[in-house]
């Protein structure tokens, strides 16, 4: 394939790899015409990007022609929702069900998986007959069952945690193998999505492109910097927070890189003539990352407010849906997976009930018969609702959204029939998704499972003891560092998922004086001991690509060392790293171990 010949394996991958004849022709020709009426699907999500973030919706500080033309040439909900941050809502995405009853609470350290037992959009179209992938953030587990593979997706090209640490050229994994990327990492994506679609325009795909920008850390190519670095903002925050304008330039060119990639995925559509049996969408995950414009809505990422959950949601299919049309009704990211199976006349097969609603009518039809509803947004124990043309805040105050979008005038004294609706449709709708929190959650992290070879086990998902520190407070693309006493150790909760033999490797970095340090890993009576002979100290970087002073951790280039070979047995038992030897001040920088079956 041309896509895997294009890959650049790290010195990683190399440690990790040691009845037709009977057929009438008529037949075959009515199952190429059915295989040809099957839509294909092409699913686009921006991560962090506000409402407010594009020109169609009135910011004259950038320019998205490209994403303005799919809501020109198709149709446009004014009025969609999804959840206040990233993981809640692809979940959501993927299942067409409530985040809150999914098992997704956080956005890192095992928090944002979803539940097993659930069926994503990915599998109920690849039982369809359709090849699927995903390039992108993931963002609702790292290890199977939770991985993409394991979701659905024949391919996945991207990273699993809730953000990275560097956008250019940085390491990813591709099906479990950790891989180099290849220059600026949406960029990348859509040079992946493009051979995907290449490769199967003969037969009916799914591309799932979750790109990861705005998400900070705010790294750009020059050419979109550069217009934006010295440029005067007209369109500015409204609110009481102070807006940081070199946070907003980096943020808004980044999404015209977006739009520049989104040009060329819809100018390969339209070059092998696939725009008519096509439906694309366009759609983000929460509110904006920082105070900047966003039509003056009340609430940003984080907000279960107006601002932190109203998504642009554009849908094109040539010559099938109606071009321009704008729909006023309230949809939700519970709504996709639905639609895209009605649109495609799929059956759904799942085994849980789906919450969303297909909007095929509202899409097709001049004037359908549309039921009124409840949407709800809920985070960080915060919830609220939307109905019809009123949103219940979290703290029960209402609001007009079609004359109050804001949200600055409280009516609900005045509406006290419908406040005590929207309150308790809020108090129904709690009770009956119930919500995990990480007090409740007691779900391991996976290892071995039967039908994958490879599994990563990050720092994120460990617990220091001792002195041991993460690189930074928020975990997902964290190290651990500050190993000064043979007494430390990090441990995983971990549950295995068949016996078997797994070669084990480390992701390190060592000083010159420290070398020598002697490691134990162990997992119930299974255990082993290796040493670090080699130094590997690289400094930190990324902040050389920043345009605006992270928040989240730095990053290394980490040498992976073969540790050796470690039976495991099925069951659940903490993973114990120890250094029981510290020859020097410190032993070694830790960010992954890695594991691959070989027997």
Same mark, same amino acid.
């Given at each position: 394939?041309?896509?895997?010949?294009?890959?650049?394996?790290?010195?990683?991958?190399?440690?990790?790899?040691?009845?037709?004849?009977?057929?009438?022709?008529?037949?075959?020709?009515? &199952?190429?015409?059915?295989?040809?009426?099957?839509?294909?699907?092409?699913?686009?999500?921006?991560?962090?990007?506000?409402?407010?973030?594009?020109?169609?919706?009135?910011?004259?500080?950038?320019?998205?022609?490209?994403?303005?033309?799919?809501?020109?040439?198709?149709?446009?909900?004014?009025?969609?929702?999804?959840?206040?941050?990233?993981?809640?809502?692809?979940?959501?995405?993927?299942?067409?069900?409530?985040?809150? =009853?999914?098992g997704v609470y956080d956005t890192s350290a095992g928090g944002e998986r979803m539940n097993l037992g659930e069926t994503t959009f990915a599998e109920i179209f690849k039982k369809n007959g359709y090849r699927t992938?995903?390039?992108?953030?993931?963002?609702?587990?790292?290890?199977?069952?939770?991985?993409?593979? /394991?979701? *659905?997706?024949?391919?996945?090209?991207?990273?699993? #945690? *809730?953000?990275?640490?560097?956008?250019?050229?940085?390491?990813?994994?591709?099906?479990?193998?950790?891989? !180099?990327?290849?220059?600026?990492?949406?960029?990348?994506?859509?040079?992946?999505?493009?051979?995907?679609?290449?490769?199967?325009?003969?037969?009916?795909?799914?591309?799932?492109?979750?790109?990861?920008?705005?998400?900070?850390?705010?790294?750009?190519?020059?050419?979109?910097?550069?217009?934006?670095?010295?440029? &005067?903002?007209?369109?500015?925050?409204?609110?009481?927070?102070?807006?940081?304008?070199?946070?907003?330039?980096?943020?808004?060119?980044?999404?015209?890189?977006?739009?520049?990639?989104?040009?060329?995925?819809?100018?390969?559509?339209?070059?092998?003539?696939?725009?008519?049996?096509?439906?694309?969408?366009?759609?983000?995950?929460?509110?904006?990352?920082?105070?900047?414009?966003?039509?003056?809505?009340?609430?940003?990422?984080?907000?279960?407010? &107006?601002?932190?959950? !109203?998504?642009?949601?554009?849908?094109?299919?040539?010559?099938?849906?109606?071009?321009?049309?704008?729909?006023?009704?309230?949809?939700?990211?519970?709504?996709?997976?639905?639609?895209?199976?009605?649109?495609?006349?799929?059956?759904?097969?799942?085994?849980?009930?789906i919450d969303g609603k297909s909007l095929k009518p509202l899409l097709t039809e001049a004037k359908s018969t549309w039921e009124p509803r409840f949407i709800f947004n809920h985070w960080n124990g915060k919830t609220?609702?939307?109905?019809?043309?009123?949103?219940?805040?979290?703290?029960?105050?209402?609001?007009?959204?079609?004359?109050?979008?804001?949200?600055?005038?409280?009516? /609900?004294?005045?509406?006290?029939?419908?406040?005590?609706?929207?309150?308790?449709?809020?108090?129904?709708?709690?009770?009956?998704?119930?919500?995990?929190?990480?007090?409740?959650?007691? =779900?391991?992290?996976?290892?071995?499972?039967?039908?994958?070879?490879?599994?990563?086990?990050? /720092? =994120?998902?460990?617990?220091?003891?001792?002195?041991?520190?993460?690189?930074?407070?928020?975990?997902?693309?964290?190290?651990?560092?500050?190993?000064?006493?043979?007494?430390?150790?990090?441990?995983?909760?971990?549950?295995?998922?068949?016996?078997?033999?797994? &070669?084990?490797?480390?992701?390190?970095?060592?000083?010159?004086?420290?070398?020598?340090?002697?490691?134990?890993? #162990?997992?119930?009576?299974?255990?082993?001991?290796?040493?670090?002979?080699?130094?590997?100290?690289?400094?930190?970087?990324?902040?050389?690509?920043?345009?605006?002073?992270?928040?989240?951790?730095?990053?290394?280039?980490?040498?992976?060392?073969?540790?050796?070979?470690?039976?495991?047995?099925?069951?659940?038992?903490?993973?114990?790293?120890?250094?029981?030897?510290?020859?020097?001040?410190?032993?070694?920088?830790?960010?992954?171990?890695?594991?691959?079956?070989?027997?």
């Amino acid at each position: 394939m041309k896509f895997l010949k294009q890959l650049i394996v790290l010195s990683i991958a190399a440690l990790f790899s040691t009845c037709g004849d009977k057929i009438k022709k008529d037949t075959i020709h009515n &199952e190429v015409a059915q295989t040809a009426k099957k839509p294909n699907i092409v699913l686009i999500i921006t991560d962090d990007q506000g409402w407010g973030d594009l020109s169609i919706n009135g910011n004259t500080n950038l320019n998205t022609p490209n994403i303005d033309a799919l809501a020109k040439n198709g149709v446009r909900f004014d009025n969609f929702y999804v959840q206040p941050v990233c993981s809640p809502t692809r979940a959501e995405i993927l299942t067409g069900r409530h985040a809150a =009853r999914l098992g997704v609470y956080d956005t890192s350290a095992g928090g944002e998986r979803m539940n097993l037992g659930e069926t994503t959009f990915a599998e109920i179209f690849k039982k369809n007959g359709y090849r699927t992938a995903a390039y992108g953030k993931w963002h609702n587990g790292m290890q199977a069952p939770y991985h993409p593979n /394991a979701r *659905g997706f024949d391919d996945f090209y991207g990273f699993a #945690s *809730g953000h990275w640490g560097s956008y250019f050229s940085p390491i990813l994994e591709h099906n479990g193998i950790l891989v !180099r990327g290849e220059g600026f990492l949406p960029d990348d994506l859509t040079n992946k999505g493009i051979e995907f679609i290449e490769e199967h325009k003969d037969e009916p795909f799914l591309l799932y492109l979750p790109y990861n920008t705005p998400h900070s850390p705010m790294q750009v190519p020059d050419e979109y910097w550069d217009k934006f670095q010295n440029k &005067e903002i007209s369109r500015k925050y409204s609110g009481k927070e102070e807006e940081q304008l070199e946070f907003t330039k980096a943020a808004l060119a980044m999404v015209e890189n977006i739009d520049a990639n989104v040009g060329r995925l819809m100018k390969k559509i339209n070059a092998l003539q696939l725009e008519e049996n096509t439906i694309v969408i366009f759609m983000s995950d929460n509110g904006p990352n920082s105070s900047r414009w966003n039509a003056g809505m009340r609430g940003k990422k984080g907000s279960t407010d &107006e601002g932190g959950v !109203r998504s642009p949601f554009f849908i094109q299919w040539k010559s099938v849906l109606p071009e321009g049309k704008t729909i006023t009704e309230i949809a939700s990211g519970i709504d996709i997976l639905p639609t895209l199976a009605n649109l495609a006349n799929l059956k759904i097969e799942t085994q849980n009930p789906i919450d969303g609603k297909s909007l095929k009518p509202l899409l097709t039809e001049a004037k359908s018969t549309w039921e009124p509803r409840f949407i709800f947004n809920h985070w960080n124990g915060k919830t609220s609702v939307r109905f019809n043309k009123y949103r219940l805040d979290d703290e029960n105050r209402v609001y007009d959204i079609t004359t109050d979008r804001g949200q600055k005038t409280d009516i /609900a004294h005045k509406l006290s029939s419908i406040t005590n609706t929207l309150q308790n449709a809020k108090s129904n709708w709690l009770k009956k998704v119930l919500p995990l929190t990480k007090i409740e959650d007691g =779900r391991p992290f996976t290892l071995g499972h039967p039908d994958f070879k490879y599994t990563q086990i990050p /720092a =994120r998902d460990g617990i220091p003891h001792g002195n041991i520190k993460r690189s930074n407070r928020w975990p997902n693309d964290s190290f651990f560092m500050n190993w000064t006493r043979v007494t430390d150790s990090i441990t995983w909760d971990i549950d295995v998922l068949e016996n078997g033999t797994y &070669e084990v490797s480390l992701l390190y970095t060592l000083a010159e004086g420290d070398v020598g340090v002697a490691i134990q890993l #162990s997992h119930g009576n299974s255990r082993f001991l290796t040493r670090l002979g080699e130094a590997h100290d690289p400094p930190l970087k990324g902040m050389e690509n920043d345009r605006v002073k992270r928040n989240e951790s730095y990053i290394k280039d980490f040498k992976p060392k073969a540790l050796g070979s470690m039976k495991l047995s099925k069951g659940r038992q903490p993973l114990v790293l120890k250094a029981i030897r510290i020859p020097g001040k410190a032993a070694m920088d830790v960010r992954l171990l890695f594991f691959k079956r070989v027997g």
